[in-house]
């Protein structure tokens, strides 16, 4: 991935990168209405009424809903091959362990890693990061070193960094954000010095939807020699993440947000960083041999994976990742910039209405603020008609003192939303303004 082309906007990225190629591809396309139709007919929670509307999902960034493909696998798993992994001798524990494997494996091709062995199963992005924050902070980081954080972050990119500070000595060092919501690319690197031993960065904002330039920030931060970390929870669900293109360290993301289940993530990390890190919890399957005067860990990534997996939902990641590659990480873009572009647009002229997050990059998260209501108010309201937006701090008190507001509702979409649910949206907004103005 080349500097200019990380700085556009993904969907012109899509189209030029389609247009430009020697040899003929598929033209890369939005969902189709039939699609998307044929798309929620694969999610059942998305079928019912809520509220005796029928529900319009828009907490997208919180966690998303989960395909039937990944149900149905998860439950044959439990009624058919379940056995634990790494240790039967018997068939049920090698199936099981030959269907863990595999989706190591599958996790690797996801992110276009080297090898699997650069695949950490965690419980998610959060455990991800506390990995990488415990284990490489402590014997990294020392007094007159700073950890570069961004004003986005979501707690779980701020906290373990500030605990790894408090630990080693080191100094929590935060890039500003602009007006719009994107991060200030000058103060930027003027804060870079070979100070600078760890870059933690969001690939997207979770509050504010910012898609920041990771490609060149790595490549800046890697020229005064930080180990470069990409908290890619909002990323990997909406876009095609290339690890070795973006020459990342390390990039974790969560299952739950990529239509699989809870309780496990992904931590990619480069090899030989990896082999160098000591563990972060011990127990059983991460060590070569044990005594009671010493013990001697496994080689990465077992050596990060102490104690039995969350076996069943490494198998319904797996099927999570089939589901979404079926539809194509490139169509997911096009398909949410369309809803993003159309549910601006649609908001912006709502009176009353301030859109907190307005760069020129941005995944579809709309997260807003009204001048006559709460927007506890917000999401109770909408719930009322149907539809559920998150409402609050979103896990980034900073980029809400940033901005002044105590909270924002945000409504996130997921390439299965669809152009009526932004109109339902839009009336339901226009609910909270009939009861607290008494306008229409
Ligand atoms: N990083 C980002 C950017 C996130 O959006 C989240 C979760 C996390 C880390 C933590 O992920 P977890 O799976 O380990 O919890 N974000 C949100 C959110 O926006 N609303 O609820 C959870």
Known sequence: MSLSKEMKPVAVDLVEAVQMSATPQPIVSPLSEAEVRSIRADFPVLSQQVNGYPLVYLDNGATTQKPQAVIDRMTRFYSEEYGTVRRGVYALSAKATEAF????????????????????FTRGTTEAINLVAFSLGNVLLKPGDQVLISGLEHHANIVPWQEACARTGATLVVIPVLDDGSLDQTVFEGLLSPQTKILALTHVSNALGTVNPVAEMIERAHAVGAVVLIDGAQGAPHMSVDVQALDCDFYAFSSHKVYGPTGVGVLYGKYNLLEQMPPYQTGGDMILSVTFEKTTFAKPPARFEAGTPAIAEVIGLGAALDYVTSVGLDRIALTEEKLRQEATDALSGLPGLRMIGTASQKSAVLSFYLDYAHP???????????????????CAQPVMQRFGVPATARASFSFYNTSDEITRLVSAIGEVRRIFTGSV
């Open 101 to 120: 494997d595999q989706v190591r494996s599958q996790v690797a091709q996801f992110l276009n890693a080297a090898s699997e062995k650069e695949i950490v």
């Open 376 to 394: 506890h108010d917000i999401g109770t309201i909408l719930d009322q008609s149907g539809v559920a937006v998150r409402a609050g701090h979103h």
